[in-house]
Structure formats: structure tokens, C-alpha cells
Nanobody, 120 residues
């Protein structure tokens, strides 16, 4: 059974930084690309960025390019968020993707997510 657990969220002022983590289990970690998604109240969940299976390639939503960085190691997925803006406020989730550039989540189940609030 796929299990996804996000952590690291919090409240920061505009311009601040946070680093999110995602611990995943129940599937072959090195067989899937991984993505971060976010959802704000009243909005659809949106894709934020993705990292390839080997970790050498990433691509991002235009609005976060140059500010967010995705990385992965043998066990976890990370999202380094710098220069945060109020519009980044959302609940952040991770999920696997069957192939790179396919943004659709491979797992129908989601973790609890981790809340990021950017406010002065």
C-alpha cells in the first residue's frame, strides 16, 4: 500500500524560506518520478514541480521557477522554497508519477499534506 507523508510546513513572512519533505513507501522508489502539488482553499489541486527517477532533471510551474528546488535521495523527496510569496500559501502534497513529464499522480491516495502560510 502506497503511503505518502509530507512534513516541514509552517508560517513564514514574504521572502522567507521553508524546506518540505516527503517520505514515501509501498512502491519501488527508484521506478517513479516524483512531483509536488499544492491546493489552496476553494481551488483545484495544482502541480508545482517534478523530478526525474534518477534525480538529474526537474521542471516547475512557471510561477515558482527560480524560487523552488526539488531534490530526492534514496528515501525521501524534498522541496526547497525560497523567496516565498503570499500566493504560495497552500497545503502541499507529494505523489509519484509513472514517467517523467507525466504530471498525473500514480497513486490515487494522498497524504495529509503540509500547510505553508506566507503572510506578513
Amino acid at each position: 500500500q502506497v503511503r505518502l507523508e509530507e512534513s516541514g510546513g509552517g508560517s513564514v513572512q514574504p521572502g522567507g524560506s521553508l524546506r518540505l519533505s516527503c517520505a514515501a513507501s509501498g512502491f519501488i522508489w527508484r521506478s517513479f518520478a516524483m512531483s509536488w502539488y499544492r491546493q489552496s482553499p476553494g481551488k483545484e489541486r495544482e502541480w508545482v514541480g517534478q523530478i526525474s527517477i534518477g534525480g538529474s532533471e526537474t521542471h516547475y510551474l512557471d510561477s515558482v521557477k527560480g524560487r523552488f528546488t526539488i531534490s530526492r535521495d534514496e528515501k525521501s523527496l524534498y522541496l526547497q522554497m525560497d523567496s516565498l510569496k503570499p500566493e504560495d500559501t497552500a497545503r502541499y502534497y507529494c505523489n509519484a508519477n509513472r514517467i517523467y513529464y507525466d504530471r498525473s499522480p500514480a497513486s490515487p491516495s494522498w497524504g495529509q499534506g503540509t500547510q505553508v502560510t506566507v503572510s506578513s
